[in-house]
Each structure stands twice: as structure tokens, then as C-alpha cells.
T-cell receptor
Framework: TQLLEQSPQFLSIQEGENLTVYCNSS?????LQWYRQEPGEGPVLLVT?????EVKKLKRLTFQFGDARKDSSLHITAAQTGDTGLYLC??????????FGAGTILRVKS | GAVVSQHPSRVICKSGTSVKIECRSL??????MFWYRQFPKQSLMLMAT?????????EQGVEKDKFLINHASLTLSTLTVTSAHPEDSSFYIC???????????FGSGTRLTVV
């Protein structure tokens, strides 16, 4: 079993639609991060959430950290084809050790 | 911002040979670097934590003698895949961070193909 359960695994939507990706755990994290990865490249950090209940916005992307710091979500408004990619949540269960959720492959069709 | 350089980006090798992958932090010192392996359309699986000046810490199921890690300086960690076999073919990615658990920078990855 994975420490971070990420869902959905695959998502195919039309341009302009909204979507939400979830990242859940039974463990408490001091922080969670969201990354986006394109094929053949390393993941790129989108955001780090630290405080329970925190909401961060990055243009059309909204990130939430659960009050209990066990879960997080990524919401994309009016998805664009350029949002296509692999989205990964990650957290540090132990100091200086980063583990990832299974990832969500997002495909936005024009 | 922090930059992590990984080299080579692609390598093809014959079965039985060894391949070395380098991971460098270009504008910061990294006492800890991480090595991940990723299969197509899957997430990153942590292989080992590379510690400068000491032995790497390997995750369960990862063969230490197969995947040799050396972190000889604060800016360089290397992963050597020894006696490579086709099943070792994968995308290998390193990461380092100057923000601790608050964010890591990843290298661009190395696509290893063993034929």
C-alpha cells in the first residue's frame, strides 16, 4: 500500500472543463507538495502547502491542505491543453525523505 | 532558484556493462540527494537517499550492490547501475533541495535502455 493515495489515476477531459485531483493519507504530514511532470523530464514543483486548512492559488490552479494535514487537493479551473501532464503529490513522512503518490495522468483535449 | 543537472539524459548500453549517472546541484550545496526510478506512466519510486560523506540509505527491495551510489562532494552524487540487464531499463531521476522537506528540485532524468 502506498503512503499517499492519489486519485483519479487517469483523467481525460475537454478544454474548458474543471477537474480535481485528490491526495489522501492516513498519516499526518508537516507539508505536502504538488509536482507536474512532462514526458522525458523531471517533475517540477508547483506548490508546497504547510498549514492545515491552507489554500493556495497559482493562476487557474487551487491547492488545498486538509485541516488535519492528512490530505490535499488540486483543482484546475477551465483546463487548457497545456495542462496535460502527470500530476504528483508528495510528502515527507520522515525528515529529508520525499515519497510520491501514484500520480494522475491528465489529458486535456481541444 | 535551485538547479539540479543530471547527465546523461539518455544512454543505451549492452547487457552486462555498467552505467554511471551523475547528479549535480549547480548553485547550492546538497548534503542529501535522492535517486528515483520511474516506469512509463507511473509515479516515482524512491530507490535511495544519498548522503554526502557517508553510505547511502537504500529503500527496501533495492539492491545495494546493483545500484552503487557515491556522494563524494556537496554538489555531486552518482548512481552506477552495475552489470545492467534489460529489466534495469527505466527512467532514473535525482533530486536535491535547499529547502528541506518544503520543496525539491529534480534533475531532468536519465533514460536508460539496456539491450
Amino acid at each position: 500500500t502506498q503512503l499517499l493515495e492519489q486519485s483519479p489515476q487517469f483523467l481525460s477531459i475537454q478544454e474548458g472543463e474543471n477537474l480535481t485531483v485528490y491526495c489522501n493519507s492516513s498519516s499526518v504530514f508537516s507539508s505536502l507538495q504538488w509536482y507536474r511532470q512532462e514526458p522525458g523530464e523531471g517533475p517540477v514543483l508547483l506548490v508546497t502547502v504547510v498549514t492545515g486548512g491552507e489554500v493556495k492559488k497559482l493562476k487557474r490552479l487551487t491547492f488545498q491542505f486538509g485541516d488535519a494535514r492528512k490530505d490535499s487537493s488540486l483543482h484546475i479551473t477551465a483546463a487548457q491543453t497545456g495542462d496535460t501532464g502527470l500530476y504528483l503529490c508528495a510528502g515527507s513522512p520522515h525528515r529529508n525523505k520525499l515519497v510520491f503518490g501514484a500520480g494522475t495522468i491528465l489529458r486535456v483535449k481541444s | 532558484g535551485a538547479v539540479v543537472s543530471q547527465h546523461p539524459s539518455r544512454v543505451i548500453c549492452k547487457s552486462g556493462t555498467s552505467v554511471k549517472i551523475e547528479c549535480r546541484s549547480l548553485d547550492f550545496q546538497a548534503t542529501t540527494m535522492f535517486w528515483y526510478r520511474q516506469f512509463p506512466k507511473q509515479s516515482l519510486m524512491l530507490m535511495a537517499t544519498s548522503n554526502e560523506g557517508s553510505k547511502a540509505t537504500y529503500e527496501q527491495g533495492v539492491e545495494k550492490d546493483k545500484f552503487l551510489i557515491n556522494h563524494a562532494s556537496l554538489t555531486l552524487s552518482t548512481l552506477t547501475v552495475t552489470s545492467a540487464h534489460p529489466e534495469d531499463s527505466s527512467f532514473y531521476i535525482c533530486s536535491a533541495g535547499d529547502r528541506g522537506p518544503y520543496g525539491y528540485t529534480f534533475g531532468s532524468g536519465t533514460r536508460l535502455t539496456v539491450v
